[in-house]
């Protein structure tokens, strides 16, 4: 049995997971640790965590029918927060986790997949060098993702974002240059102009962006159906997975090899 | 006086007399005790943080021996100094009530560094406290949060306090059941090897009176049975043994 140590960043980790889809109180959780080899935790510390996460808008607590004013600590009982998860920095390296957009998540009523735009948001509060987004099709979802975060955005080395060839995409990437000067993107596509005997000439995609991802520092990355556009949000049924370790590191390689490309044949 | 199955206490000023119905609350029992510990007893795993001036818990059985010096008899709500001290006395000889009792008892000890810290700090302050004063208060909140935590009442508690072997110091404060063999009520304090973290929110009412009292009342330490008349408390010294704003911190708004 693995002995965990109830200081090390695995605790919070460990409650997200004790607690899914469960209402439980602080000894419980406790009980559910041991359990899962955390052998040496203790009420204090869990508590500890617990009020962490809660600050996170990651857990909260209610008060039921069990609930007693006189032992306020060991009645209160704790879950997690509607429609939220593990942000990326309490995920376990190489962990793999499968996030939905908003009306998949309300179709299924699952409290605890994590939405695609949280996620999303979470990668780029995450980065420290850079990020780089491929969406064929994006609007102020994206703009709004981003210009929000500014601050953080702002002090990366770049953000790159690779798009189809529209002139909505144009005019939206383009106010986000003039707002954060490391932003750059490309447009992605090549289209042949054919003659179609009896039809005229026709243009055709030859070569386009089809990928919808996002990938940060070699760390992380998010792959899926969505695009960073108003149906996401709204009506569409998409997932992505969000991935760390060496699979994040090849997505990174994916969209660097794909965005030099993309430039030089622009 | 009595009259009618009532008893009458003249008032401090003299003027009219006050009315009380037979009750415990006449005679208050002035009682000595001394305790051992049966066993090793178990560890009891705290926070630092929240109780930086305790050097360890322990949960233990504890063979208690009480001797009622005396009593002391005045109208249940007289003041220590109101009353009048009796001595039972039968054929000329001193009666003195007492027990051994084996029993379940929690152990706070002290540590000596944090007591003469606050005695230092408190003195430049013009406030002289002695250790029992810190010791004897920190009993009180245990005991006053027991029947909220246990559900039984304060009568089924008491308290006896610890001298050290050098210097005479008193730095253990034990609080057991009151029932031979113990009644689970301090048991309640132990959960799964650690305190029980409702403990800690009443640490925090023991340290901060509602009433903002000068160094200890009914609103925050006082306890209704306390063996020592609830002399020698004061909550002020208490702030050096608990942290209250790290336990704030810790019960997070529960």
Known sequence: MRLLSWEGEELPHLILSAL??????????????????????????????????????????????????????????????????????????????????????????????????????????????????????????????????????????????????????????????????????????????????????????????????????????????????????????DVALLLRGKAAELVWDMMESLWHFCREHS | MCKDENLYFPAPEGMRLIPSHLSEGLTKALVISVYEEKGGGEHLAFSAKALPGVEEVKFAEVKVYEVAVALLIGHPYARYSERRVALPIVDGVAQMLGRAIETEGIIFRLKQSAIEDAQKTLTERGISIRDIEITHSLAHVILNSLPHLSGLSPSEFNECLGVTEKGGHVLEALVYDNSIGGIGGVRSLKKNGSLNPDLYYYFISGV????????????????????????MLNRHALAYIINSSAIAEILGGL
């Open chain 1, 20 to 237: 899914k889809g469960q209402r439980l109180t602080l000894e419980e959780v406790v009980s559910k640790l041991k359990e899962k080899g955390a052998l040496k935790v203790n009420f204090i510390d869990v508590l500890n965590a617990l009020i962490k996460l809660e600050k996170e808008d990651l857990v909260e607590r209610i008060r039921d029918s069990d609930y007693s004013p006189s032992r306020p600590v060991t009645t209160v009982k704790w879950f997690i927060r509607a429609e939220r998860s593990a942000p990326l920095t309490q995920l376990a390296p190489d962990e793999v986790v499968i996030a939905a957009s908003t009306p998949l998540i309300n179709l299924l009523g699952g409290r605890d997949l994590m939405s695609i735009l949280d996620a999303a948001v979470s990668l780029i509060l995450s980065a420290e060098q850079g990020v780089y987004i491929a969406t064929p099709y994006a609007d102020a979802t994206l703009s709004t993702i981003i210009a929000q975060h500014y601050q953080k955005v702002a002090k990366l080395a770049f953000v790159r974002v690779l798009v189809d060839i529209s002139e909505s995409n144009v005019a939206m990437l383009e106010r986000l240059k003039f707002m954060l000067p490391n932003l750059e993107y490309a447009l992605v596509g090549e289209y042949a102009v054919v003659e179609v005997p009896g039809v005229g000439s026709r243009r055709f995609k030859v070569r386009g962006l089809h990928l919808k991802a996002l990938a940060v520092d070699k760390k992380s990355a998010l792959v899926g159906s969505f695009n960073f556009k108003e149906p996401h949000v709204t009506c569409n049924y």
């Open chain 2, 208 to 231: 901060e009176c509602k009433r903002d009292c000068e160094a200890a009342c009914r609103a925050c330490l006082f306890f209704e049975r306390c063996g020592m008349l609830n002399r």
